[in-house]
């Protein structure tokens, strides 16, 4: 199935997806080259990174709740909206030469707060938009032109045109936002709920409780929520010191970093395209084992690896797995989540996945330093084999009588 095949609701949403992974990409490592021509503190810079990253772990679930209570095409525009607005006054500070450290800080937060909101909106939208045995596809064409517009056009546009003015690259993110927003609205509107939903509304902090108690509930949602959090914990390891064993352990050559990183992208892309083929193939419980043992295949494989084109060839495969995986964890909610839930499950499921990463980071640093990098891509194997014995061991469809409206 094609993406034209999915209808043109999708078309709309992919293309608006597509546009803000852009400017996302151009705006991301813009920042960091800004903070660096205004300090070269480097608890400052890293400060701008930290807060993009803290949103998602403060507002996460509050975003949930607000994505089940709104229109969510409408949602998603205004938030859209929003981020254009904060972005072009960015670049007009940049190009008045008046964006100080704080201005980025700030830019960085609000834009990354938006983006809580608008991520549990977009989860939430999509069933209404696609039959549920198109899910996997559609997911996976998502994937796969996020990674083209962000890993082979934004990411090395952004270098470009911030060294030919350094607010090119906010300006032109600040139209990609507005593109979107036009593009959601000109969506479909889907259908209405729950009638009743809006009259009997509780507290936010009730209806967080509400959404966190489902997916507890949920015996294959939950496991499969649990199993992504550790693996999160390797990933972000792997991620931490990959630039280090890249060139320290498989010898690749400084000015081939961008090349051997690129594989990571390339696995990415080949990963979405095939993710609805695996599913409709396997069925989407049993692909997540397969998909988890290949991983742990692959993750062996570059532990071992002493050469950049072996580790290269591994690094690939294990990026193939990982799109793979968010896909299909992303299908199986989304088809098996009530409506009206959905904002305030996939917001759960993102909190949980988001609170192991720093985790891993932190261990692999600290490993790192002290042993070097290959016991970290060692530990990493280890934690995706033994995920995987558990996946094997524990993952089950769920009966229907287990899928009512009620959850469990």
Same mark, same amino acid.
Do not use: E, K, M
């Given at each position: 199935m094609t993406s034209s095949a999915l209808g043109r609701d999708f078309r709309l949403l992919w293309s608006a997806a597509v546009s803000s992974r852009f400017g996302d990409a151009l705006r991301t490592p813009a920042l960091a080259l800004l903070a660096a021509t205004l300090t070269r503190d480097p608890r400052v810079i890293a400060a701008v990174t930290v807060a993009g990253q803290l949103p998602p772990l403060l507002f996460g679930l509050l975003g949930g709740v607000y994505a089940d209570r709104w229109d969510r095409r409408r949602t998603m525009a205004l938030v859209d909206g929003a981020r254009a607005a904060v972005?072009?006054?960015?670049?007009?500070?940049?190009?008045?030469?008046?964006?100080?450290?704080?201005?980025?800080? $700030?830019?960085?937060?609000?834009?990354?707060?938006?983006?809580?909101?608008?991520?549990?909106?977009?989860?939430?939208?999509?069933?209404?938009?696609?039959?549920? +045995?198109?899910?996997?596809?559609? +997911? =996976?064409?998502l #994937?796969?032109?996020?990674?083209?517009?962000? =890993?082979?056009?934004?990411?090395?546009?952004?270098? $470009?045109?911030?060294?030919?003015?350094p607010t090119l690259p906010f300006a032109l993110d600040a139209v990609t936002f507005a593109v979107a927003a036009l593009l959601v609205l000109s969506l479909s509107s889907p259908p209405a709920i729950d009638p009743g939903t809006a009259r009997h509304r509780g507290s936010v902090w009730g209806e967080i409780i509400e959404g966190v108690r489902w997916l507890r509930g949920?015996?294959?949602?939950?496991?499969?929520?649990?199993?992504?959090?550790?693996? +999160?914990?390797?990933?972000?390891?792997i991620l931490a010191v990959q630039v280090l064993y890249a060139l320290d352990v498989l010898r690749v050559p400084p000015a081939g970093y961008g090349l051997f990183a690129a594989a990571a992208i390339v696995g990415g892309l080949a990963g979405a395209l095939g993710a609805g083929r695996l599913a409709a193939r396997l069925g989407t419980v049993p692909a997540l084992g397969v998909v988890l043992a290949a991983q742990t295949v692959a993750l062996t494989g570059f532990a071992l690896a002493r050469h950049p084109v072996p580790g290269g060839l591994a690094l690939a495969v294990f990026a193939a797995g990982t799109v793979i995986w +968010?896909?299909?964890?992303?299908?199986? =909610? #989304?088809?098996?989540?009530?409506?009206?839930?959905?904002?305030?499950?996939?917001?759960? #499921?993102r909190m949980i996945g988001l609170l192991t990463a720093p985790v891993g980071a932190v261990l692999a640093g600290? $490993?790192?330093?002290?042993? =070097?990098?290959?016991?970290?891509?060692?530990?990493?194997?280890?934690?995706?084999?033994?995920?995987?014995?558990?996946?094997w061991r524990t993952l089950r469809p769920v009966p229907s009588r287990e899928l009512s409206p009620t959850g469990v």
């Open positions: 972005v072009a006054a960015l670049a007009v500070a940049v190009a008045l030469d008046r964006a100080p450290v704080v201005a980025l800080l $700030v830019a960085a937060f609000l834009l990354a707060a938006l983006g809580t909101l608008f991520d549990s909106a977009s989860f939430a939208l999509l069933p209404a938009l696609v039959p549920p +045995n198109a899910l996997p596809r559609a +997911n =996976g064409r #994937q796969a032109g996020s990674a083209v517009a962000g =890993g082979f056009l934004g990411a090395p546009a952004a270098g $470009v045109l911030f060294a030919a003015a949920h015996r294959t949602l939950w496991r499969v929520t649990l199993l992504a959090a550790a693996c +999160n914990l390797a990933i972000s390891g +968010n896909s299909l964890c992303a299908s199986y =909610g #989304q088809r098996h989540v009530p409506a009206r839930l959905l904002g305030r499950v996939g917001a759960a #499921q600290l $490993v790192a330093a002290a042993y =070097g990098t290959v016991p970290v891509a060692g530990a990493a194997a280890g934690t995706f084999a033994l995920v995987t014995l558990v996946a």
